[in-house]
């Protein structure tokens, strides 16, 4: 679009019954990705201000009301993926780990990450940190090691810090050793009330043994989906007065008393349960060390996270698992659920950040032992080491590419058929992501005073930045 003159813009914002502010932008950069595949995160001509705001646009966005601050996008380093990116050959793996984590060059700029404490089912073996002969308890931790993350997670991640120095790193147990279970177990099982005090110096244990190889440990939860114990891979059932007694009377304590600064997540489960964090951070003990809420998506819906920050508006929301798979392979599909409930309605529902499972995996849904058979990385990469960038790739860049870092998000309103979010970034650009659900006429959007003209097709998903 040809740009507008200075006097014949003057002269449009003069007109009309809204008046502009001078720090208002004028234009708009919009990059789009279409349901059809034909735009993938694609550089669209700028968008001049088409006047002052009338009040009527499909998408209002003021930039004065701030919400919570963002601190980023991203997914996990899981065995799985690790492994896969460490055998590219060096030149391919730094490329690849250059464009998922940082910003140049149009790369995706990731500021978030999960790691696994031991194994999950995205690893080639089971194991914890502190596995014995024949199960052996070992309550002063002497075979501690954290030899495993020493292969390939911590490497990757070291190097994914180096990229991106703003990286957060949340870490989460999928099982505790197998001696301190009732099933002697790494495959379900409950943790055994005796073992408290140990299990409490095992998660100690491991964030300093991570600080201590470069990888700081930001935040952890005390278990992965603890209301579901897996028959084939490492899992374990924590209900939520245990998970309030091992909180508040031994993690907390621990940590606390070894000046570790990583924050406690509760719940780390999905959607469907919100009276399940409630009870814990209604336990007077427990809530003094809980930041925050870890939310999943394969049940519910992303609105109980409200539900939750409404009761306890002083602790966080986090998104920290959700995967494509094979049972949803068709882009269009992804494209609009992922936006719409994960980043548009996570973050809209108060989350602070929000995390993809699997970065990377192969052609066949892996490596993995047990578990998902079907789940779908970011990126494939495949024995030849031909990398394919999947539709949740696309998906996170919406957001990781454009909302920095400490961002806001603002107030945004919009009309039916449509959802968005936006935000105010520490350099004071902001940016608007939007999904259109129905209608292929011109959207209107406001931002801050001025109006905007938008086309894009049902379907799709814009990013809008405004710079200062």
Not at 180 to 188: P, V, Y
Not at 258 to 267: C, E, M, N, P, S
Not at 300 to 318: M, R
Not at 450 to 464: E, H, N, Y
Request: a neutral charge; hydrophobic letters at 40%.
């Amino acid at each position: 679009m040809i740009r507008l003159g200075a006097a014949l813009l003057g002269l449009l914002l003069t007109v009309g019954c809204a008046t502009v502010p001078p720090s208002a932008p004028a234009y708009a950069e919009m990059w789009l990705t279409t349901s059809d595949q034909t735009q993938k995160l694609a550089l669209r001509p700028a968008i001049e201000a088409a006047g002052p705001a009338f009040g009527d646009e499909t998408v209002i966005i003021d930039s004065a009301q701030h919400f919570q601050r963002i601190h980023g996008f991203g997914a996990a380093m899981t065995d799985a993926s690790a492994e896969l990116i460490s055998r590219l050959p060096d030149d391919k793996r730094r490329a690849i780990m250059a464009e998922l984590f940082g910003r140049a060059n149009g790369g995706l700029g990731l500021s978030f990450t999960r790691l696994t404490v031991g194994a999950s089912d995205f690893s080639t073996t089971h194991y914890s940190y502190d596995d014995t002969a024949a199960n052996a308890p070992d309550p002063e931790l002497r075979n501690f090691s954290i030899g495993p993350a020493r292969k390939y997670v911590l490497p990757r991640v070291r190097e994914a810090l180096a990229i991106n120095p703003e990286l957060k790193v949340i870490i989460s147990p999928w099982s505790p050793p197998a001696w301190m279970k009732t099933t002697h177990s790494l495959i379900q099982g409950q943790l055994l009330p005796q073992y408290y005090p140990a299990f409490a110096n095992y998660l100690a244990r491991t964030v300093e043994a991570f600080d201590a190889e470069g990888v700081p440990v930001s935040m952890l939860t005390i278990q992965n989906e603890p209301d579901f114990e897996p028959d084939s891979y490492p899992g374990m059932r924590v209900n939520s007065a245990d998970r309030a007694r091992i909180i508040g009377g031994f993690v907390g304590p621990t940590f606390r008393a070894r000046g570790l600064k990583a924050q406690i997540l509760d719940y780390d489960h999905n959607w469907d349960n919100p009276e399940m964090p409630w009870t814990v951070l209604s336990d007077p003990v427990a809530r003094r060390y809980v930041a925050g809420v870890a939310w999943h998506c394969y049940e519910g819906d992303v609105p109980a996270q409200t539900q939750v920050h409404d009761a306890f508006p002083d602790k966080d929301a986090w998104f920290t698992e959700c995967s494509g798979g094979e049972w949803s392979p068709k882009f269009a599909e992804v494209l609009s659920w992922m936006t719409d409930k994960l980043i548009i309605g996570g973050v809209n529902n108060w989350s602070r950040g929000v995390l993809l499972w699997n970065l990377a995996l192969d052609p066949s849904h892996g490596p993995h032992k047990g578990g998902c058979a079907d789940c779908r990385g970011v990126i494939t990469i495949a024995a030849t080491g031909a990398i394919t960038r999947n539709v949740e790739y696309y998906v996170l860049g919406h957001a990781s590419r454009f909302v920095l870092p400490g961002a806001y998000r603002i107030a945004t309103k919009h009309a039916e058929g449509v959802e968005a979010t936006a935000f105010l970034n520490p350099d004071r650009s902001r940016v608007a992501i939007v999904y259109r659900k129905s209608g292929n006429g011109p959207l209107s959007l406001a931002l801050d005073g001025r109006r905007f003209a938008i086309t894009m097709p049902a379907g799709s998903v814009a990013t809008l930045r405004w710079r200062p």
